[in-house]
């Protein structure tokens, strides 16, 4: 345990460095691609990275536009975070995804997030992690969405006990930073040991390289 917190540590260091793209390529998405059954991929020891990106919960319409809504293009920024950490730390992934899509149009999401906020709600998920009880460590991202986390996030939260485990957490977001999200996981997860370590990126001033660290 003390050699995985040693690598934790240097990880997050290295996260300070870490780019967050702020506009990604645009590429092809097949439709069956991502709407594909979430599974937990990986193999880490006792490590599970937990994560909900827009990308991945919504429906690209057509006509989106890729340029000024790049966080909507698979990979979304906390879902590239995602695979670093998995990358670093040979963890196992899991894709935090809803039975009901997102929009694609940016407004549009933002409207149905606050109303999914303002009712409390908790989305239905497409999957849940099978033995949450065989991970001791948790990485747990998310973007900054209405100054607080997505719902679907709370959903995870309330149908995985983390419960003793360390909760390293990660997030996008624009000119919210964290707001509200810490405390409304802390308020959902009381007994999960959450570190004072919190990446936080800040998608349009981000770097675009990524420096690795050497875990040794």
């Known amino acids: 345990m003390k050699k995985i917190l040693t690598m934790l540590l240097t990880l997050a260091m290295s996260f300070t460095l870490v780019a967050c793209r702020t506009a990604e390529e645009s590429v092809e998405i097949e439709e069956s691609s991502r709407n594909k059954e979430t599974t937990v ?3 880490g020891a006792n490590i599970l990275i937990a994560y909900f990106t827009w990308a991945e919960n919504a429906v690209l319409e057509e006509d989106v536009d890729v ?24 963890g196992d992934i899991f894709s935090i995804r809803v039975t ?6 940016w407004d549009a999401c933002l409207e149905r997030a606050n109303e999914e906020r ?12 099978e033995n949450i009880d065989q991970y ?22 309330e149908q ?28 959902t997860s009381p007994e999960a040991i959450i570190s004072d370590s919190i990446f936080d990126c800040y998608e349009e001033e981000a770097a675009s390289s990524r420096m690795r660290s050497d875990l040794g």
């Open 100 to 105: 009901d899509p997102y929009p694609s149009d």
């Open 41 to 43: 991929e990986g193999g």
């Open 67 to 90: 340029v000024t809504s790049p966080s909507v293009v698979v990979p979304g920024n906390v879902q590239q975070l995602a695979t670093w950490i998995q990358e670093e730390t040979g």
């Open 118 to 129: 303002g009712s409390d709600v908790r989305p239905e998920l497409q999957d849940n992690v």
């Open 160 to 187: 995985n006990d983390l419960s003793g485990k360390d909760v390293y957490l990660f997030c996008s977001h624009g000119t919210g930073g964290l707001a509200n999200s810490v405390e409304q996981i802390v308020e």
């Open 136 to 157: 001791d460590t948790v990485f747990l991202g998310y973007p900054n969405w209405w100054y607080g986390v997505p719902m679907a996030l709370l959903s995870f939260l």
